[in-house]
């Protein structure tokens, strides 16, 4: 048989009489490979130096097994040690927590849990591009660095190049003004859905947002697709389908690491990822989900009432164990939300929905959009925006003006939601929260 080559990273090395068992990993797929090295082989005098996290160069057989654990093993002629890694390796066989393997975060892709993870994230990231070209939306790269705050929540960070008093001249600053990193691409989305039709973006997005909580993250990727042409039923149906399409593609791409999760993270991932596809989401107006709160008998840390903001704790009540189902609410009352979402006729609510999923609450936030001019600056004024600062987003309504829908998806809290890992600092590759940019 022709001779095989496997580069990769020692996990364990047994060594018995006359021969070394070697599990190599070279992070391709969950499991490694066995190699078996008999004395005498080049290369067998360095394994007592190939100690966990070394990086080795195999050739050899593939053979089949003769122990338990294993259909192949590589029969070794030759091992090379390509870089040595001494015994204070920090990552050893045996199980770390979450919070050590977020301190070693460089290293920690190397773990089974890790590697599990970035392969998803990476096979959903594809999926993601796949559903959307698909169905011909266009991939459009809104900017990182703006002037305007789309959800006007004012937690943008600021992006200056002005020493001491930043305040002082903004004029003379980099761009001439005050700038921030994006919160959303949702405005400049909407530009290219008014002449594109149906676009999508997938970019980093950033908010300055005090809250040290498992879901929240001050870099996270996002997915903003905005159709022109759309009411917020479309909208919603699109936001029900991608869900959908995500589970079945993570159901049919990433069995192997799946099946890891449902081990060690999350006994119920393939119910629930199955149940997701099968099932329709309940749809319920933002009235008649306080009003299940309200009779739901339980005492909430945060108040319910007819014009308050859903708390998690609401969100995953509704979601959990009222509906045990994806629940979209919809139609909440104006003075909670953006500038940006259509008035609906009752004058009280905006078109608004938001996708909420089990073990998460939102995972998905969106609107049909006001495309009425006079309406738009109706609510302009109301939320104290100056319509010169957003002159390019008004225009919109000036020239062609259309209805359009679109949703932001935060692409870390879809994957909590698929593989069950329940800290976000878990499946962004480097997390940076309140006081932590390290790495
Ligand atoms: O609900 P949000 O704020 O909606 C928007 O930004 C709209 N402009 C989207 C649109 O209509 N195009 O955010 C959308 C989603 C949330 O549902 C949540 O999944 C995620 O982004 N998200 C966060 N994820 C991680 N960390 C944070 N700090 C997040 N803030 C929002
Ligand atoms: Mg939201």
Redesign the pocket.
Known sequence: MDSITVKGWVRTRRDAKGFSFLEVNDGSCLHGVQVVVDAGVPGYDILPRCHTGSSVHITGRLVPSQGSGQKWEIQAARVELVGEADTSYPLQKKGHTLEFLRTIAHLRPRSNLFGAVFRTRSRLAFAVHRFFQERDFVYVHTPIITASD??G?GEMFRVTTLKGNIDEKPESDFFGRPAFLT????LE?ETFACALSNIYTFGP?F?A?N?NTA????E?W?I???MAFCDLQGDMDLAEAFIKAMAQYALEHCADDLAFFARFVDKGVFDRLRFVVERPFERVPYDQAIEILKKSGRTFEYAVDYGLNLQSEHERYLTEEHFKSPVTVFNYPREIK?FYMRLNDDERTVTAM??LVPGIG??????QREERLEQLRENMRRHHLREEDYWWYVDLRRYGSVPHA?????F???LMFLTGVSN?RDVIPFARTPGNADF
Do not use: N
């Open positions: 789309c959800e929540a919160v959303s691409g949702q989305g997005t908010r947002e809250s879901r929240h993250a001050a996270f996002m903003e697709p905005e953006p938001d996708v939102e995972v998905i936030g969106g609107s679109g949703f932001g998806l935060g870390e809290r879809l976000i």
